[in-house]
């Protein structure tokens, strides 16, 4: 197979679990130099254990994202590993939690951590590292969106309009940095099984059979199905691909206020009809 991703340098912010630990090891396979950037000093280490036990190559930077320094850090690392290169920025880390049962019973302290979580650390880390990728003129940053970007979702309204912020720098920035022949889209994910949403706590004992009256395609996503579609975004396949979000999502997104019948027999946007 040919390793479409060869002699590029990658940077994957919480690249260890869940959604960024398909990405690392997905990038990886593809032939590029992973660093890997975590919280979880353990869980970095043993993905990076498993992606050079595979043939690949990897780095490690243990620290927490939404630290300033810790982003210095991880442009020092990459540039060190990439010898003064980097093709490909990842911004992976995101988080629904904290989360409140309502907007107004939500705290200043809530929004505030949310926008750490889900929007602030995108921005430090792209400025940080396009500097690197305009002086090379070439370059592909991923962010990691979500369906709720586009969709609502009572109980996360902060959540959704943080995500929904990525999205809107992802197509802005596009519109700035193509002169430099760098590209910039995202995903958005929609029911991945990860430590964060386990298949397992989101059915929560039901009928796994039943998922298809929501869910077109009737599954979770595994990791390694939204590490795909960034190693596409990655590629030089997408070459002419810049500004968009890609939901990746088993058709939810699609889908969104239609439910199969419990008969089987086809659709409906009344949900309590049988
Ligand atoms: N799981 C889903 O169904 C889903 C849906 C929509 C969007 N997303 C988005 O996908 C991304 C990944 O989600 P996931 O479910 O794989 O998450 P996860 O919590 O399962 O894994 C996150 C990884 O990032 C690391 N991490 C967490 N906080 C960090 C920090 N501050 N600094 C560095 N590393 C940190 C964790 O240790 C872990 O390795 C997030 O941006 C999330 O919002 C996920």
Redesign the pocket.
């Given at each position: 197979m040919t390793q479409r991703l060869a002699g590029r340098i990658a940077v994957v912010?919480?690249?260890?679990?869940?959604?960024?630990?398909g990405i690392s090891r997905r990038l990886a396979a593809a032939g590029a130099t992973v660093v890997v950037?975590?919280?979880?000093e353990e869980?970095a280490a043993a993905t990076a254990g498993e992606i050079t036990a595979a043939g690949g190559a990897c780095g490690t930077l243990v620290?927490?994202?939404?630290e300033p320094k810790v982003v210095e850090a991880l442009r020092d690392r990459a540039l060190a590993v990439g010898d003064g290169r980097v093709d490909i920025l990842v911004n992976?880390?995101?988080?629904?939690r904290p989360a409140a049962r309502t907007f107004l019973r939500s705290t200043e302290a809530q929004w505030q951590a949310l926008y750490e979580?889900?929007l602030l650390?995108v921005l430090r880390v792209t400025h940080a590292l396009l500097p690197v990728m305009v002086e090379q003129r070439s370059g592909t940053v991923i962010n990691?969106?979500?369906?709720?970007a586009f969709r609502g979702i009572p109980g996360h309204a902060v959540y959704s309009a943080y995500?929904a912020g990525v999205s809107a720098f992802t197509r802005s920035l596009a519109v700035e940095v193509g002169q430099y022949r760098i590209r910039v889209n995202a995903i958005?994910?929609?029911?991945?099984d990860?430590?964060?949403?386990p298949a397992a706590a989101m059915l929560r004992g039901r009928d796994p059979a039943l998922l298809r009256t929501w869910l077109p395609l009737g599954r979770f996503?595994a990791?390694d199905d939204y590490a795909a579609v960034v190693e596409f975004l990655a590629s030089d396949d997408s070459r002419f691909v810049t500004g968009h979000t890609i939901p990746v999502d088993g058709g939810t997104l699609a889908a969104s206020g239609w439910y199969g019948r419990a008969d089987g027999k086809g659709w409906t946007n009344l949900p309590n009809e049988t």
């Open positions: 912010t919480g690249g260890a679990l869940g959604i960024g630990g950037n975590d919280v979880d869980a620290g927490d994202i939404r992976n880390v995101g988080d629904f979580l889900n650390h990691n969106s979500t369906v709720e995500n958005a994910p929609d029911l991945a990860t430590p964060q949403t996503g990791p």
